[in-house]
């Protein structure tokens, strides 16, 4: 399971947003100044702060700011400044979610105001996040780093976004608080324009209570007559909800016998019907006759209420579906394993993934995505009793909570993995999603849990595993967590760790293999990635390059590999000879082209290292075509409008379609070794190799083989029409200098007609 954000980064998120929502207002600025320090700590920046926003005066402030030790602050220096001063930065986190400044000096002139501003700061890179509220941005969530260039990974992004939409909540709320606060100020003087009801409450010692002065803004907020409740204020307390009664009238009466302020929440059903989160505050007074009156005000509070209730929602629901989130699921299952304890009896936690859901969203969009997630949560509440937890946890990827099976492990399986099978049935069902008729499965896994004799990380990771069991298994079955599966989850996180320190020490390399004509002639080479691992030997690609796509390391990988081959093009071309004349191909990650800086990019370490995009070939895989066509397209004929030529590579083994290859601008297609290998003992895949030929040639297309081991392999594609081959025939991969040797001496080998 890829996680959106790390552990650590969602528990600080978690304690942030339990300890705003909790804070009072008093306490916000406390909270915020404290959170605020221990990011900036996070993020390594050298200074962290808070920027309101004014909307009236159209300025900006510092309000809150942290700094490490001898790092001069900026808060004085930036308060009540224009925004007009900084035109493009506006219009940046306007558009953008996190701005990322890297390299101060390299900002553009349309940012000169901003880039002198910096410059004054001291600042070399800085990291930016805009908060928005109803769809402007009110605040800043900055960090400044004076002596580092900064990026952001995109895990460190998500979590910079995702406090910034916690943090973004509170500043709404002290905004809310902040005009509360002008507004009492201002309550005897313009009671008539005030938006709220001034009143003044008496009660008399035989219990009756009336409002002798009560501004008629009350007709506004409640639907009563003013000169009504000076009479009597009874029908204004009988419009107080029901659960609320009590505590507003023990707050009353408190205050009756103790002469304090009183200030409390109520909700009040009003004459129209609606409800509305009334804040009343009254300062109390005992006149001669033992009567109590000073003066209050009711005001409506139902937008901060909400405002209250969406952080809460950050904090414990997905915002798509409404399910709890792996927050609240923490705490769900803490109580589950507590119940399992007092009852005696069995729980299952469940790990539900669906499967090709990318494929849905990258062909139908992400609204159509959406649309199956808020159909399979609800199916799954449908499916499930009511005391068990049905979470989303991100992504694709639910979790159920399922409590009371019996005690004996046997029989509390069977009845668990009867539940499932009802799930995957439900789930296995056909979905209209917005007229599109869509069939899907799920991948299930299920760890049982009794007495607290498992963590609750370690039943997450159990289930987690049991999951990916299913997904290996073929998809739509269900697995349970076995010991075997914790062995190869730690054999992966090793091979992971090993991967990770194999880039930071360069243990990574490039080998050539060569791609010859029908004649045998040198006409190419593909770059082809190997690493020798000191403490295991060569790793297999096929073992580390997916491991590389699912953790993100390919696009660090992707690039090193494309500045390794283009400047090795480079070298090779200032040789004269027959090296100059190869057409190097590089194999580019699905992950690494849909990167909308991949063209320039490619544009850039052309320029830096002297290569000539003519000697450059990128292939691609049908995985990467399962798009946006017309944006996959666009890249293509940017690549092609370069000089650059491009290579479908392992064609018929992936999302094959006739449609995308007329539409698309390609020069090559390669046959997959696979019906290489077989081509002369299997019809079928001497057929589909003879297929995509011809169909290479009627779309004017070049076709290469890949795999070729055997004279015989050879002679049978040279038959067929194929005119460009690669494979251990004629040469394994190897090191440049040794492929160098190899081409040097093919020259002679082929004056003498063999390989």
Request: overall charge negative; glycine content about 6%.
């Amino acid at each position: 399971m890829t996680e959106v954000v790390s552990r650590d980064q969602r528990e600080f998120i978690y304690r942030l947003s339990l300890g705003l929502a909790r804070s009072k207002i008093d306490e916000l600025d406390g909270s915020v100044n404290g959170f605020i320090a221990e990011l900036g700590e996070w993020l390594c920046s050298d200074r962290a702060y808070l920027i309101s926003l004014e909307e009236a005066t159209q300025t900006i402030s510092i309000t809150h700011e942290a700094c490490k030790k001898g790092v001069t602050p900026q808060r004085e220096a930036i308060q009540n400044v224009p925004m007009a001063r900084f035109p493009w930065l506006m219009n940046q986190l306007q558009t953008l979610p996190v701005l990322v400044i890297p390299e101060v000096e390299e900002l553009s002139s349309d940012a000169e105001e901003e880039k002198l501003e910096f410059q004054r700061e001291g600042i070399r890179s800085l990291v930016l996040v805009g908060l928005k509220l109803e769809g402007q941005v009110r605040g800043i969530l900055g960090f400044d780093f004076l002596d580092q260039s900064r990026e952001l990974d995109s895990q460190t992004e998500e979590f910079v976004l995702q406090v910034g939409e916690v943090i973004g909540a509170s500043v709404h709320r002290q905004i809310l608080a902040s005009r509360n606060v002008k507004f009492e100020n201002s309550l005897y003087r313009y009671s008539d324009q005030f938006p709220g009801v001034i009143f003044q409450f008496r009660m008399y010692p035989d219990g009756h209570v009336t409002f002798p002065f009560i501004s008629e803004k009350v007709e506004d907020l409640f639907g009563l007559a003013a000169d009504l409740l000076s009479k009597d204020a009874q029908p204004l307390l009988n419009l107080i909800e029901d659960e609320d009664k009590a505590s507003f009238f023990e707050k009353v009466d408190e205050s009756r016998r103790c002469i304090t302020p009183f200030e409390t929440n109520f909700r009040a059903n009003k004459c129209d019907g609606t409800m509305a989160w009334v804040e009343a505050r009254s300062v109390p007074a005992r006149l001669a006759d033992e009567s109590m009156t000073w003066h209050g005000y009711f005001f409506d509070v139902t937008d901060r209420k909400h405002s209250e209730s969406e952080i809460e929602k950050l904090a414990f629901y997905d915002p798509l579906t409404g399910l709890p989130n792996r927050r609240l699921l923490r705490d769900r299952l803490a109580q589950a394993l507590t119940g399992s304890t007092r009852d005696h009896n069995h729980g299952a936690l469940v790990f539900i993934d669906l499967d090709n859901f990318k494929n849905i969203n990258d062909s139908a969009g992400h609204l159509t995505g959406d649309e199956l997630l808020l159909q399979v949560g609800q199916r799954l509440k449908h499916t499930v009793r009511e005391w068990d937890t049905v979470a989303r946890l991100g992504g694709d990827e639910f979790v159920l909570i399922l409590k009371g099976f019996p005690a004996d492990t046997a029989s509390a399986a069977a009845r668990v993995e009867k539940v499932c099978e009802k799930v995957r049935d439900a789930l296995n069902e056909p979905y209209d999603l917005n007229g599109i008729d869509y069939t899907g499965t799920p991948s299930i896994g299920v760890t049982l849990f009794y007495d607290h004799e498992t963590s609750l990380e370690e039943l997450l990771s159990q289930a987690d595993m049991a999951m990916f069991r299913a997904k290996e298994d073929g998809r739509n079955c269900i697995r349970f967590y076995d010991s075997m599966m914790q062995k190869k989850v730690s054999e992966r996180l090793a091979l992971e760790s090993d991967l990770r320190l194999a880039v930071r020490k360069n243990q990574l390399a490039v080998h050539y293999q060569v791609l010859v004509d029908e004649k045998g002639s040198p006409v190419g080479a593909e770059a082809l990635l190997r690493w020798h691992c000191p403490g295991r030997g060569m790793v297999s690609p096929a073992e580390f390059i997916p491991l590389a796509e699912e953790t993100g390391l390919i696009e660090s990988i992707g690039y090193w590999v494309l500045e390794e081959v283009l400047s090795r093009i480079a070298s090779w071309k200032k040789r004269s000879d027959a090296l100059s004349k190869l057409q190097v191909s590089v194999n580019v990650s699905a992950r690494q082209f849909h990167l909308p800086s991949f063209c320039s990019t490619v544009m850039a370490l052309l320029r830096k290292t002297g290569a000539s995009p003519r000697n450059l070939k990128v292939e691609i895989t049908e995985s990467a075509l399962a798009y946006d066509l017309e944006l996959v397209e666009e890249t293509l004929r940017t690549l092609r409008s370069m000089g650059i030529r491009i290579s479908l590579d392992d064609f018929g083994t992936g999302y094959s379609s006739l449609g995308y290859l007329k539409r698309l601008s390609l020069d090559e297609l390669k046959i997959d070794q696979g019906f290489v290998r077989d081509i002369l003992d299997d019809p079928n895949d001497a057929a589909i190799a003879e297929t995509i030929l011809a169909l290479a040639s009627a779309l004017k297309l070049s076709a290469v083989a890949e795999g070729v081991e055997t004279k015989g392999q050879l002679e049978r594609l040279v038959r067929m029409g194929c005119t460009r081959f690669q494979g251990y025939y004629f040469s394994r991969p190897l090191p440049a200098p040794e492929f160098e040797g190899l081409i040097e001496k093919s020259i002679k080998v082929r004056q003498r007609g063999a390989w």
